[in-house]
């Protein structure tokens, strides 16, 4: 008897390895698009919520800038001089060291950054008794740590000095602010306070109550877009200015990745007598000393990309305030503009 052959033929074989090979490779289509997408899809998500985190920075920094200090704070740095910088500067120019651009008008061609003075540690007293260039009689020390930064306003004009130790004795409580009582600081130099107008070490009492802000440890801070070190990559950065143990220079740290561009305006209060009320948009050189006291918003234009090329239209960095838009390219991109309020505005301080 003869039994039934059972198989498939090679034509078989053929046709069904055929639409499996069909349905896996769509079937892996699928997926790689599917996992292109996601990732995308991460990307931009990530890039707004750098966006978000970065405006949420900087308005809760601007409203803290300068806080009952004056338009422009003097300090005795590390290189050996008494250094005056503003409370809040903006630069056209991306340079370090700043390269100063005081003329309206012309193109930008780099990101803008920002120096401002911010109060890590936002403590307030007065001088209750006498003072000199070294020391302090005090209302009250609390709160007031060996290493703080201390502004002294007098007459408009801000001294700062770090703080080397706190007493209570036979006159109440005390500041010292005098190399002799701690350690290496480089703004310990008695001769800053010449700038608030106290050139004698004798002891003075003040004609009207003179504040000393507390600043915390580190009251320099920064932002910048660094675009030169890995120009692939862009970045805007957060700077600290250390000012002791020898140091002058910012330590600089990411604060969002995939940032390539920051375009900053300011609003001027033009008013005589000013009116607290912004008047003016400048956008296109840096702040003028004059104009520090007159600041009452920020407006800032970010633009942050996607780490790789891969959008399949070419687009270009977008033009925002001074600076003309870019080349195209691939990259993916999201931008936001916002509005930060600057409310603090400069303390004349006391007199002596």
Known sequence: MKHAQYGFTLIEMIIAVSISAVVIAGAMSVQLVFHRSTNEEESIADMQANLDGIRFYVQKSMRQVGAGLGASVSFYNCRGGVE????????????????????????????????????????????????????????????????????????????????????????????????????????????????????????????????????????????RVDDTTSPGSPMLMHGVRMMQDDSSDYIWTPLALGVEDMQLAFHVDTSDPPDDRGDVWVSSRDTLASEVGRMRALRISIVIRTPTPTSPIATARPAYEDRPAGGFDRYKRRTMRFVAKIPNRPSAGGTI
């Open 84 to 223: 005056t910088v503003n409370t809040m500067g903006v630069h056209n120019s991306n340079s370090i060291p700043v390269v100063p651009d005081l003329t309206d008008g012309g193109t930008d061609t780099d990101p803008d950054w920002i120096e401002y003075t911010l109060a890590s540690n936002l403590t307030v007293t007065y001088i209750d008794g006498q003072f000199s260039r070294s020391w302090a009689d005090v209302k009250d020390n609390t709160g007031f740590y060996h290493k703080n930064v201390l502004g002294l306003t007098i007459n408009g004009v801000t001294c700062l000095m770090r703080l080397t130790n706190t007493v209570s004795n036979a006159h109440g409580d005390r500041l010292h602010f005098a190399p002799a009582h701690g350690g290496p600081f480089c703004m310990n130099q008695v001769i800053t306070m010449e700038s608030c107008g106290v050139f004698t070490n004798a002891a003075q009492t003040p004609s009207s109550p003179i504040p000393i802000i507390n600043l915390g440890e580190f009251p320099f801070h920064a932002l």
